[in-house]
């Protein structure tokens, strides 16, 4: 068995840690290569200054920014058997996380597996030549996979059986086309490369976008913009209490050459757009015939959000949103192990297509788009449980999903101070916030 890992952040090293256990435990023979095109193991949570394309002309992946803290507690953010140790406070800087999975890859003895400075540039089936077989579960799916040794420029070419996709989706910056962007005048950004507020200093800023980073950098940047405009299309109220320059506004219906005109037709004086408009799924090393797909940014077709329907040997770790990521991730490795190893079977793919589209329909119901497939939220725990139920392995326990969703709510209703709060988990199933951190 040989098995392909790209990139070596938080669902990499998940991917990682399982897959190594599995050698271990069953079959020294077994290889494992993961694929990490930095020189730095923790994807989107290592900060780099740069922004743009990096020494080797390649796009800079992290979207991470100087000042950044998490927007989960802690206490929902370790993985199953790897928790954050204990301290004095819930939320964490970007620094503590990647030192939390450096000790995570330290612990589980990771690195051998990496090789770093290695960019991935193709993917694609490989057939083999063997008699077919009614075997359901038998692999004779391979896969090419081009690698690029940034170093010395050489390129590899390797066959491996299975490969976990686990590039992460926070680096291809979304960008709505919004009438009169193209005649404004004054300076645009995503926050993908946002890193510092001095750009926005003593400006009038119009930010697209009320998810969490649009919440936390509006929030963020107005302690130098003198004026910061959150304009987003949430049907129910924010009910925090932003800073006296902070306002909020409808969509943007369009732009001039100095102003933003909203959809309840009034209007703004705007020296920079800043776009907090999210993140497309993009898989630039996948070749064509994959079999996987993006559609309206909802990767198709995929079982459970995580298996290739047309090649099961192929995973995609991470896909869902709004989730307690790292636990999400082991869960998600934990379970495609159990089918990749054969001891459970894959439905067929007829009956893989129907769950994948009932799940679709029954969102749409919902009011959701198509983009929002991935996006789980307060149903994250029906999902955790339905991978755990299928796989027949360990669940993850239920206070993780109570957690997050007490969180996020905190999140909403006092963006100031939510951070200052304080959380312990008593079991598997309940939890208690203690006293908050003073101002």
């Known amino acids: 068995m040989r098995i392909a890992i790209i990139g070596a952040g938080s669902a990499g090293l998940a991917a990682l840690k399982n897959c190594s256990e599995l050698k271990n435990e069953n079959d020294s023979s077994m290889t494992i290569k993961c694929f990490e095109k930095s020189d730095k193991i923790g994807g989107t949570w ?13 796009p800079i992946h992290s979207s991470m920014y100087k000042n950044l803290r998490t927007n989960l507690p802690k206490e929902v953010m ?8 204990e301290n004095e406070k819930s939320y964490l800087t970007r620094s503590e996380i990647v030192d939390f999975l450096n000790s995570y890859c330290d612990h589980f003895q990771l690195r051998k597996f990496i090789s770093f400075h290695h960019n991935v540039e ?32 050489t390129i590899i070419e390797e066959i491996f059986d ?17 009438k009169g962007n193209d005649i404004f005048l004054g300076q645009k950004i995503h926050s ?30 107005s302690s130098v913009a003198k004026k910061v405009i959150l304009s987003h299309h949430l049907k129910d109220p924010i009910l925090t209490k932003f800073p006296h320059n902070v306002i909020q506004k409808p969509d943007v219906l369009e732009f001039e050459i100095d102003k933003a005109i909203f959809k309840d037709n009034s209007k703004e004086k705007i020296d920079i757009i800043f776009y907090c408009t999210g993140y497309k799924f993009s898989f630039p090393f996948l070749a064509k015939n994959c079999g996987v797909r993006v559609e309206s940014n909802m990767v198709t077709p995929l079982w459970k959000h995580l298996i290739s329907i047309e090649n099961p040997s192929l995973a995609f770790i991470g896909l869902p949103f709004y989730v307690c990521a790292f636990s999400m991730f082991d869960l998600q490795v934990r379970f495609t192990i159990k089918y990749w190893k054969g001891e459970k079977q894959f439905p067929s793919k ?27 939220g307060p149903k994250q725990g029906e999902y955790y ?8 392995i360990t669940p993850l326990p239920s206070v993780l999903t109570k957690l997050h969703n007490d969180s996020s709510k905190r999140f909403l209703d006092d963006l100031v101070n939510y951070r200052r709060d304080r959380y312990k988990i008593l079991n598997n199933d309940n939890f208690v916030q203690l006293e908050s951190l003073p101002l």
């Not at 370790?78 to 140790?85: N, S, V």
Request: aromatic share 8%; net charge negative.
């Open 162 to 178: 299975f490969v976990m996709v686990c590039n992460g989706h926070y680096f291809e910056p979304s960008i709505p086309n919004i």
């Open 192 to 221: 993908h490369d946002y890193r510092v507020s001095d750009l926005f200093k003593d400006k009038s800023v119009i930010v697209l976008g009320a998810g969490p980073s649009g919440m936390d950098l509006a929030l963020e940047i």
């Open 385 to 392: 449980d339905d991978l755990a139920k299928n796989a027949e």
């Open 78 to 85: 370790g993985y199953p058997d790897y928790p954050i140790p």
């Open 122 to 153: 193709l993917v694609e089936p490989f057939e083999i030549s063997q008699p077919k077989t009614e075997e359901k579960n038998c692999n004779l799916q391979k896969w090419r996979i081009r690698v690029k040794n940034l170093l010395n420029q």
């Open 350 to 376: 007829e009956i893989m297509l129907v769950e994948e589209n009932r799940e679709k329909e029954e969102k749409i119901s919902l009011g959701l788009q198509t983009k929002q497939f991935h996006m789980m």
């Open 46 to 58: 290592v900060y780099t200054p740069e922004i743009g394309v990096d020494r080797f002309g390649l």
